[in-house]
């Protein structure tokens, strides 16, 4: 056990030496310990960020602009699933994959015909 002074023996046995100091000296030391990073956010605050005109002037790389129109992009994607969906009623476990089986095979054979040159994509 530590000995203490006998004017001190009082002071160390209160809950608001024990705990209460040791808190106030964590967030008063905390914050002199935190000053680093808050300088790194405000440093790093004031740069703006490079807009795509800026860095082709800078580097000299063109970049690509691409307008997106999303009422386009819908009915396109929108197309796309309808042309190339079809219902297929999925068999039960004790059916055969018949319907799924033909409609594999000819998907395959369609993609043959497409590389060969025979069907245009």
């Given at each position: 056990m530590v000995r203490y002074a006998p004017f001190a023996r009082p002071w160390m046995q209160r809950s608001l030496f024990r705990v209460g100091v040791p808190i106030f000296i964590i967030v008063?030391?905390?914050?002199?310990?935190?000053?680093?990073?808050?300088?790194?956010?405000?440093?790093y605050r004031a740069q703006?960020?490079?807009t795509p005109e800026?860095?082709?002037k800078i580097m000299g790389v063109p970049m690509k602009k691409k307008p997106?129109?999303?009422?386009?992009?819908l009915k396109k994607a929108e197309s796309e699933v309808q042309s190339d969906y079809t219902m297929i009623r999925g068999p039960r476990p004790d059916e055969p994959w018949t319907a799924y089986?033909?409609?594999?095979?000819?998907?395959?054979a369609e993609k043959a015909q497409q590389k060969a040159g025979k069907i245009p994509a």
């Open positions: 008063i030391g905390g914050s002199f310990y935190l000053k680093d990073f808050t300088k790194l956010r405000y440093k703006k960020q490079i800026d860095f082709e997106v129109n999303f009422e386009e992009e089986d033909t409609m594999k095979k000819e998907r395959l």
